[in-house]
Nanobody, 116 residues
Framework: QVQLVESGGGLVEAGGSLRLSCAAS????????MGWYRQAPGKQRELVAR???????NYAESVKGRFTISGDNARNTVYLQMNSLQPEDTAVYYC??????????WGQGTQITVSS
């Protein structure tokens, strides 16, 4: 199994920045990719950004040019730098680990609130 611990959420004004971190532990060799999902009230959980072990990234259209995902394989940690935050970015953000085999891992979630 994989355990994920997130940090870095909080309250920020529109136009501001935040950085999320997610540290993985446990069977980290089984991780193929890590990423961030978010879920706003009344909405489905959606992929925000993902990075593979090889460094390939993909982003939701709504965050392209504003968010940057990066990873440190040696520390089994992934980061999400979020700039130009907008109220519509308000959500609970979840770290996710996709594994080669076995069940995926999820973090506990961290709240991000962007005030207008």
């Amino acid at each position: 199994q994989v355990q994920l611990v997130e940090s870095g959420g909080g309250l920020v004004e529109a136009g501001g920045s935040l950085r999320l971190s997610c540290a993985a532990s446990g069977s980290t060799d089984s991780i193929a990719a890590m990423g961030w999902y978010r879920q706003a009230p009344g909405k489905q959980r959606e992929l925000v950004a993902r990075i593979t072990r090889a460094g390939t990234t993909n982003y939701a259209e709504s965050v392209k040019g504003r968010f940057t995902i990066s990873g440190d394989n040696a520390r089994n940690t992934v980061y999400l730098q979020m700039n130009s935050l907008q109220p519509e970015d308000t959500a609970v953000y979840y770290c996710h680990a996709r594994r080669y085999l076995g069940s995926d891992g999820w973090g506990q979630g961290t709240q991000i609130t962007v005030s207008s």
